[in-house]
């Protein structure tokens, strides 16, 4: 079991640019989450999917953030028009089957710098 | 709306010595609460959990809730400088995990 994988693991993007991330969840398990992590604000949620389908995006700043999964094996973050706050680590965690007793395996992160 | 706090921010401790770590939360009908532990450049893993009053020891480290107090603690006995990293409490209720902010731990040799 390779664990959550997620790529790149650096992604450096010009003001304005596009960045789209990659998470790859654990085998089986059917809940994938997103969190952004910065010194200051600290780990934050951003979105969860359950069985593919997009349960809660309480956490996306509307406007510039989407996050899809088109299967069970990947999720993408993409983030369009970047700006120099979005520079952060995004972590992907995953979870069987989703519940408050089940334990996030997470990614070892996108670290995102924008220029 | 969720809130966890943690304290303190940041800590030293020798080799050696009882280390603890606090969480407050507000939502009395929260459910499980974890305690993660990051090291630093790596993906946060999770320590241990706990879902009743009381305690559960699992090696070097113990957990104490008080859902009445609304606080739970992290305990480490005979502190390692492998310890040493960024350690995040967590609430869950249902899918959603609040994470705190983090007590960055380091244990001195």
């Known amino acids: ?115 | 709306q969720q809130n966890v706090q943690q304290s303190p921010e940041s800590l030293i401790v020798p080799e050696g010595a009882r280390t603890s770590l606090n969480c407050t939360f507000s939502d009395s009908a929260s459910q499980y609460f974890w305690w993660y532990r990051q090291h630093s450049g790596k993906a946060p893993k999770a320590l241990m959990s706990i879902f009743s009053n009381g305690e559960k020891e699992e090696g070097r480290f113990t957990i104490h809730l008080n859902k009445a107090s609304l606080h739970f603690s992290l305990h480490i006995r005979d502190s390692q400088p492998s310890d040493s990293a960024l350690y995040l409490c967590a609430v869950t209720g249902g899918y959603k995990v609040v994470f705190g902010s983090g007590t960055r731990l380091l244990v001195s040799p």
Not at chain 1, 14 to 42: M, N
Not at chain 1, 52 to 65: L, N, T, V, Y
Not at chain 1, 88 to 98: K, N
């Open chain 1, 1 to 115: 079991n390779a664990g959550v994988i997620q790529t790149p693991r650096h992604k450096v993007t010009g003001k304005g640019q596009e960045a789209t991330l990659w998470c790859e969840p654990i085998s089986g398990h059917s809940a994938v989450f997103w969190y952004r992590q910065t010194i200051v604000q600290g780990l934050e949620f951003l979105t969860y999917f359950r069985n593919q389908a997009p349960i809660d995006d309480s956490g996306m700043p509307k406007e510039r953030f989407s996050a899809q999964m088109p299967n069970q094996s990947h999720s993408t973050l993409k983030i369009q028009s970047t700006q120099p706050q979005d520079s952060a680590v995004y972590l992907c965690a995953s979870s069987s089957p989703g519940g408050a007793d089940a334990e996030q395996f997470f990614g070892p992160g996108t670290r995102l710098t924008v220029l």
